[in-house]
């Protein structure tokens, strides 16, 4: 395991990146228009915007899911611009809408567990299931969800679909990865289970003191949760807020600058890049 970046230390920068899409005959899309950014290690950064204004695909390009047009990207110490997915991967850990995207539905919970603690090990599955991996699983669930402990041997195919993102997330942070993708994994869900998996989020990111970016469709998560916030439109990051500010902003806040960045999609480019220059 490569050892984590210390505190403080820039964990990802991306500089000026760039993902275009072009459906045949269509326009070109760019999903990710120029982006700079930089993340110190241990920040909790929420990423919000509009359908469409590009969220997904700037995670799918962190996690080397699409592949940069243009610009370059370096992830704990290491310029994985040109790495593949999978080599990104033992860096990452992932949590996505669908909560039966990250786990086998016929796998038992500790089986499903057995695969992200064997991931990039030498050891199978079966050793992997042994006592040692039970006792450390019930631990790390009972420790999130009291009674989810009890489920290890059902199939993960039969719980709720907030208890099944909350395993996600234990199998996702098993190895403490570098940087935790998290892309709308409450949105799928009901508002109490949604809390829940929110509330999981929380501690299993403070507990081990993760990097993380969190896309959420939620304002009032938005508002909540994390120590920088940014607002992505049209593939650029119209808003960049951190400390004070935005531990100060509001739900409401966030609902107002939607509305103006709807309002100024009405308008052309240049009239709506004033708007944003004037409250942004
Ligand atoms: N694989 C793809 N092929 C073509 N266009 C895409 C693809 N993925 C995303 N897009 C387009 O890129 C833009 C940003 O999409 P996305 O990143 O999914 O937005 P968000 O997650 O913010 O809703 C949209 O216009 C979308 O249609
Ligand atoms: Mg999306």
């Not at 799918?60 to 592949?67: E, M």
């Not at 940069?68 to 611009?81: K, P, V, Y």
């Not at 990104?88 to 089986?111: H, I, K, M, Y």
């Not at 990865?177 to 709308?184: F, H, Q, S």
């Amino acid at each position: 395991m490569i050892p984590n970046i210390p505190p403080g230390q820039l964990m990802l920068e991306l500089t000026d990146a760039t993902v275009t899409f072009a459906a045949p005959g269509g326009p070109v899309v760019r999903a990710v228009d120029g982006v700079t950014l930089s993340a110190p290690a241990g920040s909790f950064v929420v990423v919000i915007g509009t359908n469409g204004s590009g969220k997904s695909t700037l995670l799918n390009a962190i996690a080397g899911t699409v592949r940069l047009n243009s610009g370059s990207m370096r992830l704990a110490g290491h310029a994985i611009t040109h790495w593949r997915e999978d080599q990104r991967a033992r860096l990452l850990g992932r949590v996505f809408q669908d909560p039966r995207a990250g786990t086998a539905a016929s796998l038992t919970v500790l089986e499903n567990i057995a695969v992200a603690a064997c991931r990039g090990r030498r050891a199978g599955l079966k050793w992997a299931t042994n006592r040692v991996l039970r006792a450390e699983a019930a631990q790390r669930l009972g420790a999130i969800v009291p009674g989810l402990d009890a489920r290890l041997d059902q199939p993960i195919g039969s719980l709720s679909g907030g208890q099944r993102q909350i395993v996600s997330l234990v199998m996702a942070t098993w190895h403490r990865p570098d940087l935790l993708l998290l892309d709308e994994h409450t949105s799928a869900l009901d508002p109490a289970a949604a809390d829940r998996v929110v509330h999981a989020t929380a501690t299993l990111v403070r507990e081990h003191q993760l990097t993380a970016f969190m896309v959420t469709h939620s304002l009032k998560q938005a508002a909540a949760l994390g120590d920088r916030l940014l607002l992505v439109h049209r593939g650029k990051i119209a808003l960049d807020v951190q400390g004070a500010t935005k531990r100060r902003l509001t739900a409401d806040d966030l609902a107002a600058r939607f509305d103006r960045l709807r309002c100024a999609d009405q308008l052309d480019d240049t009239a709506a890049q004033t708007l944003a220059d004037l409250y942004v």
